[in-house]
């Protein structure tokens, strides 16, 4: 089993920001995204960013687009999301996730909880002044 730990989120307010981190166990797969979901009390969750593994081509949702960046450290299994203008509806649990058989060109319409096999545990991210 796939294992992944997310880490760095925090309390933050209004405007600040943050740094997720999303480390991954050992694994081989071919065309894997590996990316990042968000959910908040009573919500569903939503995707945020992800970033495919053979090319690093990304997707941003509407919502974050502009404000994050999700990268992969191409030496370690890891890969990161910069948070910056954070507003008060960022807060949420931030999951990251890795999908298989994702091509780039699909990643926007892939960005479904459905569509991602291994999860981590979730990093609890709250921006409040």
């Known amino acids: 089993q796939l294992q992944l730990v997310e880490s760095g989120g925090g309390l933050v307010q209004p405007g600040g920001s943050l740094r997720l981190s999303c480390v991954t166990s050992?694994?081989?797969?071919?065309?894997?995204?590996i990316g990042w979901f968000r959910q908040a009390p009573g919500k569903e969750r939503e995707g945020v960013s992800c970033i495919s593994s053979h090319d690093d081509a990304t997707y941003y949702a509407d919502s974050v687009k502009g404000r994050f960046t999700i990268s992969r450290d191409h030496a370690e299994t890891t890969v990161y999301l910069q948070m910056n203008s954070l507003k008060p509806e960022d807060t949420a649990v931030y999951y990251c996730?890795?999908?298989?058989?994702?091509?780039?060109?699909?990643?926007?319409?892939?960005?479904?909880?459905?569509?991602?096999?291994?999860w981590g545990q979730g990093t609890q991210v709250t921006v409040s002044s």
């Open positions: 050992r694994f081989t797969l071919d065309y894997y995204t």
């Open positions: 996730a890795v999908a298989h058989g994702i091509l780039p060109r699909d990643l926007p319409t892939s960005m479904k909880v459905y569509a991602y096999d291994y």
